[in-house]
C-alpha cells in the first residue's frame, strides 16, 4: 500500500524560507511523476508544482522562481523548497503521486494527509 507522509510546514514571516518533504513507501517503482498541491482556507485545492520522472519540473505561475521542487529518486523523497514566502502562500500543503509510471497523468493520484504553511505579513 502506497503511503504519503509530508513534513516541513510551519509559520513564518513574509519573506521567509521552508521546505517541505514527502516521503513515499510501498512502491515497487520509483518512477512515478510527483506533484505538491495547496489548499487555502475556503479556497479549492490548486496545483503547486509537478516533476517528472526525468526530473522535469514545471510551476504554478505565481510561484515560478520563488519554489524548488526536487525528488530523490534513491529515497523516493519530494521535496518543496519554498522561499520569498508571501501571505498568500498560507495554504495545506500536499503531495501527490501518479499510480503507474509512464507520465504525469494529473488524475487517480495518491494523496498525503498534508503539511500547514503559514505565512505572516
Known amino acids: 500500500q502506497v503511503q504519503l507522509v509530508e513534513s516541513g510546514g510551519g509559520s513564518v514571516q513574509a519573506g521567509g524560507s521552508l521546505r517541505l518533504s514527502c516521503a513515499a513507501s510501498?512502491?515497487?517503482?520509483?518512477?512515478?511523476?510527483m506533484y505538491w498541491y495547496r489548499q487555502a482556507p475556503g479556497k479549492e485545492r490548486a496545483w503547486v508544482a509537478t516533476?517528472?520522472?526525468?526530473?522535469?519540473?514545471n510551476y504554478e505561475d505565481s510561484v515560478k522562481d520563488r519554489f524548488t521542487i526536487s525528488k530523490d529518486n534513491a529515497k523516493i523523497t519530494l521535496y518543496l523548497q519554498m522561499n520569498s514566502l508571501k501571505p498568500e502562500d498560507t495554504a495545506m500543503y500536499y503531495c501527490?503521486?501518479?499510480?503507474?509510471?509512464?507520465?504525469?497523468?494529473?488524475?487517480?493520484?495518491?494523496w498525503g494527509r498534508g503539511t500547514q504553511v503559514t505565512v505572516s505579513s
Open positions: 501527490a503521486a501518479d499510480r503507474r509510471s509512464g507520465g504525469c497523468y494529473y488524475s487517480a493520484l495518491y
Open positions: 516533476i517528472s520522472s526525468a526530473g522535469i519540473a
Open positions: 510501498g512502491y515497487t517503482n520509483s518512477s512515478v511523476c
